[in-house]
C-alpha cells in the first residue's frame, strides 16, 4: 500500500550519487534543477504519504504503524540488523518536515550560491544529507537509526566544510563531527547493552516487526526478559542514548559545535543546524517514548533539568553576541532544549500507561519541534538574504535595513513573533503547551521555562532592531546600497511564513474555540486523538511576558543609538564579556582536551605506540638484521675457507650415519 | 720380509715427500716433493703387483703432469720464482691442521671399528699379465671397459679444446 | 704380505696432508698441488683394496687408470684458467680473485 515510499529513500541517493560522480561535468543550473527536482518529487511524495496514513482509519483510535519495507541485512544469531521503513506519526511528520524545509533551501540556494565555486557539490551533499535525515526518521530499528544518524553527521562535516579554503570552516567542521562522534560513542553503547539485553534492535520492541502488517506499536516483548535481568539496565541504556541524542542536539556541555558550525553556507545552517539535524536527538527520545515511560521515569529528570539548563545558558549567551548567526545558532539551541524538557515532564500517570501528562508534553514537543523549524528556517533563510546583501555577519556593520529590503523585513518580522510566542503565529500554540506541561511537573521548572521564554523574545527584538533599526551603516552604503535579495531567495521565505502563519492562525483558533483536529489529533504519545485545552491563565501570562520583553528589547534598541545598553555595559563589563564569550565553555573543553585527555592518555598511550609496539617490530626487523651481518661472514669468496667447510661438513655427516 | 721393508721405505719417502711439499714456502720446491710423492705411489703399484699401472703412473703423472706444473710455475709465478716467500697466516694454518686431525681421527676411527678380512695369501706375487689386461681394455663384455676406455679418449680431447679456448691469447682489435 | 690396514693408513694419511695443503696455501698452483695428493692418496687405496681383498676381479685397477686419466685432464685445465687468472689479475694468489667479494 505504501510501496511507493521507497523512493522517498531513493531519489536522493541517486541524486546524491549523480551530482556526485558526474557534477563537475554538469553546468551548474543543471546540477541545481536536478538536485531541485528530485527533492520536489519526494517533497510530493511525502506529502502523499501523510495524506494517505493520516486519512485512513484509525483502529482503537490508535493510528496504525505500517512497515512497507523491512529486510534483514545482516543476521547475526538472535540479532540481526535490519533496513526498513516505518511509517508511523511521527515519522510521517517529520518526513514533512524535512521535505519541506529541504525544498525550500534547494531552492533558495540557486539564489545565494550563485557563482559559486563548488556548487554541483554543494547539491549533491544537500542530496546526501536529505537521504540521511530520511533514512533517520523511517528506521524500523535502531541500529539503522544510528547508522543514519552517522551519516548525517558526515553530510554536515562535508557541508561545514564546504568553504574548505577557509581555515575556520575547516576548524569548525573538524569540530562539529569530532563532538557528536564523542557523543555517539555513547549511543553505541546505549544501543549494544539494549540489544544484548533485549535480544532486538527493533523498534516495535515485540522481537521483530512483520513486514507488511499493521501493527500496534511498542508492545512489550523481550524488554520483559532485560527488566528480569537488572532494573537499572534499561534506564542506563536509554541515558546512553540520550546522552549520544544530547551531542547531536547540542545540550549542554556538548553544545560546543553548533555556534562554530554557522562557518558553513547560511542555507546549510538553515536546513541541518536549525530544522532537521540538530532535533534527531529530540526524535531519537520521542522514538524511544514508551520505553522512557515504562522502564526509566526517574531519568526522565536528567533530560529534563539539562534541558532546563541548556536553555537558560544559551538564552543568556544569545543577549551578548554581535554575530547574527551566532545569535540564531544559540536560539536554536535554546529552543531544542524546550522540545527536549517538553519531552522529559512527561510523568507517568496513575492508572494507564499513558495518560494525560505523558499526552501533554510528549505532543507538545512534537509540535515545537515541527513549528521551529518552519520559523528557524525562514530565519536563518533571512539572515542569508541580509548577510548576501551586506556582505558581512556582524550586526555592526547593519541597521536601518528596512528601508531596502522590504520582504525580507516583513517575514524577519513575522518569524520574530512566533517565535516570541505571541497568539496568531505558530510559536504561541507550541510553547505554550510546554509551558503548560512544566508547570504540572513543577512549578519551578514552569517559572523557569516561562522567564527563558520572555528572554528568548527580548534577544530576538535585540537582533531584529538591530538589523532593521538602528543607525545606518551609511559609508558601507554608500559603496554598495544593499539590495533585495532575487527572487529565488524571497519566495522559500514567503512560504515559510505562510506556513507559520496559517499553522498559527489555525491551532490559536482552535485552541480557544475548542475545535479540535488540531496537531494533537495526529501525533501523541499513545497515537490516539488528543485535544488540546488551553489553559488560559498560562496562555495569558505567557502573551503578558512576551509582550513585555518585546516592549523591553523595544525600548533598548530601536532608537538610533542605545544608551541604555551602553551604560548597561559599562556597568556589567565582565558579565558582558563572559556572555560574549559564551562562558568561556569552548576555553574550558580545550583545557580539558589539551591538558588533561591530550596530556594524561593520549601521550602515555601515543609513547606505548611508539616504543611498545613499534619498538617490538624495530627489534625483531634489527635482530634479523644483525643476524644477517653476522652470517655474512661466510661468504667470504675464500675458496679454502669454503673447503675446511666441505670437510667439516663431510665428517659431520659421516659421524651422523655410523651413528644411526 | 722384503716386502715390509719395501713398503716401509716407500712409506717414508712418500709422506714426508708430502709433508714438505706442503710446508714448503718455494713453489719449485714444492713441484719436485710432488714428483717424489709420485715416485713413490709408482713404487707401492709395483709393490703390489700392478707393473702396468705403475708404468702408467710414471708415464702419465710423474712424466706429463709434473711438466705441466713446472711450465705454468714457471709462467705463472715470476715473483715468486724470483725468491719472494708466500707467508701463510698462523690462523689458517690452525684452521688447516685442525680440520685435517679432525678428518683423520674419523677415518681412523672407522678403519679401527671395521674388520677387514684377508683373502688366503696363497696368491703368489704373480703379477697380473697384460694380455689380460689388454683383453679387458677393448673388450666390449660384461665386465670390460671399451666403454670407459672410449670415453675417457673423447674426455681427454674435450678437455684439450678447453684447455686451448681458455688459455688462448686474446686477439687484439685493432 | 702387508696387512691392508697399513695401506689404509698411509692413503689416509696422505689425503688429509693434501687437504691442509689445499686449505692453507695461498698459491693456485701450490693448490693444485695439494690437490694431486688427494687423488694420488685415493689411487693408493683402490689399487690395495683390488689386490688384497678381491685379487680376482680388475675394477680397483682399471679405476686407477682412468682416475690418472682424469686427473691430467682436469690439471690441465685448472692450469689454463690459473693461466687466465693470471693475465686479467697479474698475480698467482688466490686472494686476488675478489671481484664478487663483498
Known amino acids: 500500500m505504501y510501496s511507493y515510499t521507497i523512493f522517498i529513500m531513493l531519489l536522493p541517493l541517486l541524486s546524491f550519487l549523480v551530482l556526485g560522480l558526474a557534477g563537475m561535468k554538469m553546468q551548474h543550473k543543471v546540477a541545481g534543477l536536478i538536485g531541485t527536482c528530485s527533492l520536489g518529487i519526494v517533497t510530493i511524495l511525502s506529502y502523499m504519504t501523510a495524506f494517505q496514513y493520516f486519512g485512513a482509519e484509525r483502529v482503537d483510535g490508535v493510528y496504525q504503524t505500517f512497515v512497507p519495507y523491512n529486510f534483514t541485512w545482516l543476521p547475526l544469531g538472535n540479532l540481526h540488523f535490519d533496513l526498513g521503513i516505518l511509517l508511523d506519526p511521527i515519522s510521517v511528520m517529520m518526513l514533512i518536515v524535512i521535505s ?310 516583513i517575514t524577519f518580522l513575522i518569524s520574530c513573533l512566533a517565535i516570541a510566542g505571541i497568539p496568531f503565529f505558530s510559536g504561541f500554540s507550541s510553547k505554550d503547551e510546554i509551558i503548560t506541561a512544566c508547570f504540572q511537573y513543577s512549578p519551578v521548572a514552569g517559572w523557569i521555562m516561562t522567564g527563558i521564554a520572555a528572554m528568548t523574545a527580548f534577544y530576538m527584538f535585540r537582533l531584529y532592531y538591530g538589523i532593521f533599526w538602528g543607525t545606518e551603516n551609511v559609508e558601507a552604503h554608500e559603496h554598495h546600497t544593499p539590495h533585495e535579495a532575487p527572487l529565488s531567495m524571497t519566495v522559500p521565505l514567503i512560504v515559510l511564513c505562510v506556513i507559520t502563519c496559517g499553522v498559527g492562525i489555525y491551532t490559536t483558533l482552535g485552541g480557544f474555540l475548542g475545535w479540535g483536529g488540531s496537531f494533537g489529533s495526529y501525533v501523541s504519545a499513545a497515537g490516539t486523538d488528543y485535544t488540546i485545552h488551553f489553559d488560559a491563565q498560562i496562555a495569558a501570562t505567557s502573551t503578558i511576558i512576551a509582550i513585555l520583553s518585546i516592549c523591553l528589547a523595544t525600548y533598548i534598541y530601536k532608537g538610533e543609538s542605545q544608551p541604555i545598553a551602553d551604560r548597561l555595559y559599562k556597568t556589567f563589563p565582565r558579565l558582558h564579556r563572559a556572555a560574549y564569550k559564551r562562558f568561556y565553555q569552548d576555553e574550558i573543553w580545550q583545557y580539558v582536551t589539551h591538558r588533561i585527555i591530550f596530556r594524561c592518555v593520549s601521550t602515555p598511550i601515543a609513547w606505548f605506540d611508539r616504543h611498545v609496539v613499534d619498538g617490538t617490530f624495530n627489534f625483531m626487523a634489527w635482530g634479523a638484521n644483525e643476524a644477517g651481518e653476522s652470517i655474512r661472514s661466510w661468504q667470504s669468496g675464500d675458496v679454502r675457507q669454503y673447503a675446511v667447510w666441505f670437510l667439516t661438513g663431510a665428517v659431520a655427516l659421516t659421524l651422523i650415519l655410523l651413528c644411526i | 720380509m722384503g716386502n715390509t721393508v719395501m713398503f716401509i721405505i716407500l712409506a717414508v719417502l712418500i709422506l714426508g715427500s708430502a709433508l714438505m711439499c706442503v710446508t714448503t714456502t718455494r713453489i719449485m720446491r714444492a713441484a719436485t716433493f710432488m714428483l717424489f710423492v709420485l715416485f713413490g705411489v709408482a713404487g707401492i703399484y709395483f709393490l703390489l703387483d700392478y707393473t702396468f699401472l705403475g708404468a702408467a703412473q710414471i708415464s702419465v703423472y710423474a712424466g706429463g703432469v709434473t711438466m705441466i706444473y713446472v711450465f705454468a710455475i714457471q709462467l705463472v709465478s715470476k715473483r715468486t720464482l724470483q725468491g719472494l716467500e708466500e707467508r701463510v697466516k698462523s690462523s689458517r694454518m690452525i684452521t688447516g691442521a685442525l680440520a685435517s686431525l679432525l678428518g683423520l681421527v674419523v677415518v681412523g676411527l672407522i678403519l679401527l671399528k671395521t674388520g677387514f678380512y684377508t683373502v688366503d695369501m696363497s696368491a703368489s706375487d704373480v703379477e697380473l699379465p697384460m694380455r689380460t689386461i689388454g683383453a679387458a681394455l677393448v673388450g666390449a663384455g660384461k665386465y670390460q671397459y671399451v666403454l670407459p676406455f672410449e670415453f675417457i679418449s673423447v674426455f681427454l680431447l674435450a678437455c684439450i679444446i678447453g684447455g686451448l679456448v681458455v688459455a688462448r691469447k686474446e686477439e687484439k682489435e685493432l | 704380505m702387508i696387512p691392508i690396514e697399513c695401506y689404509f693408513a698411509l692413503s689416509a694419511l696422505l689425503f688429509f696432508i693434501g687437504v691442509y695443503g689445499f686449505v692453507t696455501r695461498r698459491n693456485l698452483i701450490a693448490m693444485l698441488i695439494s690437490v694431486e695428493l688427494v687423488l694420488n692418496a685415493v689411487d693408493i687405496n683402490f689399487a690395495a683394496i683390488n689386490r688384497l681383498l678381491y685379487p680376482q676381479g680388475m675394477e680397483g685397477m682399471f679405476m686407477t687408470l682412468f682416475v690418472i686419466g682424469v686427473a691430467a685432464a682436469e690439471s690441465a685445465v685448472a692450469i689454463a684458467i690459473i693461466i687466465n687468472v693470471y693475465r686479467n689479475f697479474r698475480s698467482d694468489s688466490v686472494d686476488a680473485i675478489k671481484n664478487m667479494k663483498r
Open chain 1, 100 to 409: 519541506t524545509v529541504s525544498l525550500m533551501v534547494h531552492i533558495y540556494s540557486f539564489g545565494y550560491m550563485h557563482g559559486e565555486k563548488g556548487f554541483q557539490r554543494y547539491y549533491a551533499f544537500l542530496s546526501l544529507f536529505t537521504m540521511s535525515m530520511l533514512g533517520l526518521v523511517l528506521a524500523t530499528n535502531i541500529f539503522q537509526m544510528y547508522m543514519f544518524w552517522e551519516l548525517v553527521g558526515v553530510s554536515s562535516y562535508l557541508l561545514i566544510g564546504f568553504y574548505y579554503p577557509l581555515k575556520p570552516a575547516i576548524a569548525a567542521s573538524k569540530k562539529a563531527f569530532i563532538v557528536t562522534r564523542f557523543a555517539d560513542m555513547f549511543f553505541l553503547i546505549g544501543i549494544l547493552t539494549f540489544g544484548y539485553f533485549v535480544d532486538s534492535f527493533s523498534f516495535s520492541f515485540a522481537g521483530d516487526i512483520v513486514m507488511g502488517q499493521g501493527t500496534t506499536p511498542f508492545i512489550e516483548g523481550n524488554v520483559a526478559k532485560a527488566v528480569a535481568a537488572g532494573g537499572f539496565i534499561i534506564p542506563t541504556a536509554l541515558v546512553l542514548m540520550f546522552i549520544g541524542g544530547a551531542g547531536k542536539s547540542a545540550m549542554f556541555p556538548l553544545h560546543i559545535w553548533l555556534p562554530d558550525a554557522m562557518e558553513g553556507p547560511t542555507p546549510v545552517s538553515a536546513l541541518i543546524h536549525a530544522a532537521t539535524m540538530v532535533v534527531a536527538g529530540v526524535f531519537q527520545i520521542a522514538r524511544m517514548f514508551p520505553l522512557w515511560i515504562e522502564y526509566a521515569p526517574g531519568a526522565m529528570s536528567v533530560i529534563v533539568w539539562v534541558g532546563v539548563f541548556t536553555a537558560f545558558y544559551a538564552a543568556a549567551v544569545a543577549c551578548a553576541q554581535s554575530d547574527i548567526k551566532r545569535v540564531l545558532a544559540f536560539s536554536t539551541i535554546s529552543q531544542i532544549a524546550f522540545m527536549m524538557v517538553a519531552l522529559g515532564v512527561s510523568l507517568p500517570g496513575h492508572e494507564a500507561l499513558m495518560d494525560n501528562h505523558a499526552q501533554l508534553g510528549y505532543m507538545a514537543g512534537m509540535f515545537h519541534l515541527f513549528t521551529h523549524a518552519m520559523f528557524k528556517a525562514c530565519l536563518f533563510l533571512c539572515a542569508g538574504c541580509i548577510i548576501h546583501a551586506v556582505h558581512s555577519n556582524e550586526m555592526s556593520l547593519m541597521g536601518g535595513l528596512r528601508k531596502y529590503m522590504p520582504i525580507t523585513h
